[in-house]
């Protein structure tokens, strides 16, 4: 124990938390097994409660996923920006520089390839969404430097820094809706116009091509974290600054870059949530993804193919309880407390993957 | 270097294939289907649709559960035209809570009614006409049925409204009577340049004007359609500056709770808010969907949809007064409100007749004339004289 506790006579807490040693992949499956079941028996009291069937609602949740050509689209729509800004986070993450501020970098990412699509939209279809791709990650990634070069030059917190941004992205896109990009033919309704068809992402299999550039992020984030000099140093730098200061490397360089690539990835989910879904700038297009996206990132453990999982299990649970909403007219609310209940589960468990809880001993610690 | 990207590239090109192959996998099935609904649905330009296949979809900006407001006024048209066509509670699909000011959870709403086979698709809140446009484009065997907007393609996608006006030139005469300090608040969802909000208050304000030429109208912009705390904050205000009848164009009722409280009157809207606030709430101008969505329906099931826009008034039953607060009223309210009703329906007045004056000094239509409907939905973008916007 450390010295203070000895010198100073503090009572110890009735519990404390403890950051308990591996457990076993065996044991964590248990425990995610028991967790799952747990959060089902949980949300099905919840259901009991408010008079329907629970299996016949968790039926529906899959089903509602998956049941038709249009139900898979969807879901995967969902995916889609979920996939990619916890892709975007996790480089942030793993070097310990806490960006809650995917919202913000999505959003900018919005704004800035909106305005070649508002106002370039005569240029060549393939031209304009490059240059939308490009001005996105440039939007993103300005976004996420804030913070990081604050943070590498005045050691600022990144939490509040990353969190705040996002509320000034979003009213820049008020700004922008209600004055210099306000539709004109909209009568007064405070809107942006929608995209040409010309600056719209193009479909594959039914689906904006997002889930291509999203499934190829996970490949190529995966190989930059584990197989790349950069990924390296960005563990390094998240395990221990002192460490990698004293192996010669930039730590300064390392947290701007990373931050450039962090918020350009969530950047580009916002050129994709716009031009891909949204089909306009609209203030909802960051919508809560950014902080779901942590969740993500951390339930899948950094890892990205985790991630890819995590996300679509995610999704599921999203587009099902949309389609169980309507079938048994269940208000919007009951199905986000069946989701929270489910939730409040599974990360609990991840938890106790982590850490335990110790009793306190009679006899002062040991 | 270039190893390296050769990796990247040929790993993302297994990956993406493997990923879509199981995709495709499921996704035959259900075109088959498609294919086969097509085929027996192509015989005429909106063909009639058997009453047992038919499947309403309705895209909902609140919850029909809040019992009150815009929200509640249109799910009972839907169960008044549930009601009267016999349909089935499984034919109803209802998407609540859905942001009209995001496209994407307005789509999603939409498609997952297509998903459930729906035929005939009601969006209610202007901000999802831009997607349903879009939408109807895509799937032409939908009908998709836009209330409040101002865009339409003359077959599967029109647009319903209604002369609400004339309902709140009547509350208006309500209010006139009521007022003792002469202010009369108005809680106003967007500002001038919305015709439907400015034509009202202008309608309200000439009611108001009818039978109180003293009195003043106060009016407080929101600038969201469903906003419960701005629209609070908005009749607090208009308390505030001494208003003692509140009217309202917003979707909650918290204007009328907010009058009540201050022992204030109101004027509700959509729905009878009499309901929500019995002590305060004098009349409300409200809405009969059913009117409209029962006529809809109706036309898909006999074949007879035209894709016409729907623009019905006091005559279609469609707006109209809810009963007077008889306890609170003004003497003479009754007999007041029993006159405008007659001259609107019997023709000899239609609310925005000869030269009117607006607040800025200027003057709006020609002596003998009315404006006609492409003003009054799209052109009204002056307040009336008694109007004053805080």
Redesign the interface.
Same mark, same amino acid.
């Given at each position: 124990m450390n010295k203070s506790q000895e010198n100073i006579k503090v009572r110890e807490p009735l519990v404390r938390t403890v950051k308990r040693a591996e457990r076993s992949n065996l044991d964590i499956i248990k425990l995610r097994i028991i967790a799952f079941i747990l959060a089902l028996v949980a949300g099905g009291l919840f259901i009991l409660l408010i008079g329907f069937n629970p299996f016949e609602l968790y039926l529906t949740i899959v089903s509602g996923a998956f049941r038709s050509k249009m139900a898979i689209q969807a879901t995967v729509k969902f995916m889609i920006p979920l996939l990619m800004a916890s892709l975007g986070i996790t480089l942030a993450f793993k070097m310990k520089f806490w960006n809650i501020g995917a919202e913000g970098q999505i959003i900018m990412g919005a704004v800035f390839s909106s305005y070649f699509a508002l106002f370039y939209s005569d240029l060549p279809h393939i031209v304009l969404i490059i240059i939308m791709f490009i001005s996105g990650f440039i939007g993103g990634g300005l976004w996420g430097l804030i913070p990081a070069y604050f943070k590498s030059k005045f050691n600022t917190n990144e939490t509040l820094l990353t969190l705040m941004l996002n509320y000034i992205a979003l009213h820049v896109i008020s700004f922008l809706r209600d004055g210099p990009w306000k539709d004109p033919g909209s009568s007064g309704f405070p809107k942006i116009a929608r995209f040409e068809a010309n600056a719209q992402l193009d479909k594959i299999l039914g689906v904006q091509f997002g889930w291509i550039v999203g499934l190829i992020l996970v490949v190529v984030v995966f190989i930059y974290m584990v197989y790349t000099k950069h990924g390296y140093e960005i563990s390094v730098v998240g395990e221990s600054q002192a460490t990698s200061r004293y192996a010669g490397m930039n730590v300064k360089k390392i947290i701007l870059r990373t931050m450039i690539l962090s918020g350009g990835i969530c950047g580009i989910t916002g050129v994709i949530q716009s031009a891909g879904s949204d089909m306009t700038l609209a203030a909802s297009v960051a919508g809560g993804v950014g902080f779901t996206a942590i969740i993500v990132a951390w339930l899948a453990n950094l890892n990205p193919f985790g991630i890819l999982m995590v996300s679509f299990l995610f999704s599921v649970l999203e587009k099902g309880s949309s389609v169980m909403q309507s079938t048994y007219g269940l208000s919007t609310y009951s199905a986000s407390v069946l989701q929270g209940i489910i939730l409040f589960f599974i990360l609990g468990c991840e938890f106790f993957i982590r850490y335990k809880f110790v009793l306190r001993h009679k006899g002062g610690n040991k | 270097m270039k190893k390296?990207l050769s990796?990247?590239l040929a790993?993302?090109l297994v990956?993406?294939l493997t %990923? +879509?192959s199981p995709?495709?996998d499921?996704?035959q099935e259900?075109?088959k289907e498609e294919t086969t609904k097509e085929e027996t649905s192509t015989q005429g330009k909106m063909p009639a649709v058997a009453k047992e296949d038919i499947k309403v979809g309705v895209i909902h900006i609140g919850?029909p *559960?809040d019992g009150s407001g815009y929200t509640y006024a249109h799910d009972q048209g839907i169960v008044g035209m549930q009601k009267a066509l016999g349909l089935d509670?499984s034919q109803i699909?209802?998407?609540?809570?859905v942001?009209d000011?995001?496209?994407? %959870?307005t789509?999603? *709403?939409i498609?997952? +009614?297509?998903?459930?086979g729906a035929n005939i698709i009601f969006g209610t809140s202007? /901000?999802y006409m831009?997607?349903m446009e %879009?939408l109807a484009a895509e799937y032409p065997d939908v009908i998709f049925s836009h209330g409040s907007g101002?865009k339409s393609n003359g077959t599967n996608f029109n647009n319903y409204f209604g002369r609400i006006y004339q309902a709140r030139y009547i509350s208006g005469i309500v209010a006139g009577l009521k007022t003792e300090s002469n202010l009369i608040g108005y809680v106003a969802a967007? /500002?001038?340049?919305?015709?439907e909000?400015t034509g009202g208050i202008n309608a309200f304000a000439m009611g108001v004007n009818s039978v109180n030429p003293d009195a003043k109208v106060f009016v407080k912009v929101t600038?969201s359609w469903f906003s419960p705390e701005e629209e609070t904050n908005a009749a607090k205000a208009l308390l505030a500056e001494g208003c003692d009848v509140i009217a309202q164009h917003c979707d909650t009722p918290n204007p009328q709770l907010e009058a009540e409280k201050s022992g204030a009157f109101g004027i509700g809207y959509n729905s009878d808010m009499s309901k929500d606030a019995p002590k305060a709430t004098l009349t409300s101008a409200v809405w009969d969907w059913s009117q409209y969505y029962t006529w809809a329906v109706e036309n898909l099931i006999n074949g007879t949809w035209t894709g016409e826009n729907y623009y019905g008034g006091m005559e279609e039953k469609l707006v109209g007064i809810s009963p007077l607060n008889e306890s609170i009223i003004a003497e003479g309210t009754k007999e007041a409100v029993q006159d405008a009703e007659k001259r609107i329906l019997d023709g000899s007045f239609n609310v925005f007749d000869g030269v009117i004056e607006t607040n800025d000094g200027k003057t709006v239509g020609e002596e003998g004339k009315t404006l006609d409907d492409a003003t009054i939905t799209?052109g009204i973008?002056w307040y009336f004289k008694t109007v004053t916007v805080k």
């Open positions: - | 390296f990796l990247i790993l993302s990956f993406s %990923a +879509c995709k495709q499921t996704k259900p075109a919850n *559960a509670d699909i209802r998407k609540n809570n942001n000011t995001d496209p994407t %959870a789509e999603t *709403a498609l997952e +009614c297509i998903e459930e202007w /901000g831009d997607t %879009a101002y967007m /500002g001038q340049e919305n015709s909000v600038n799209g973008n």
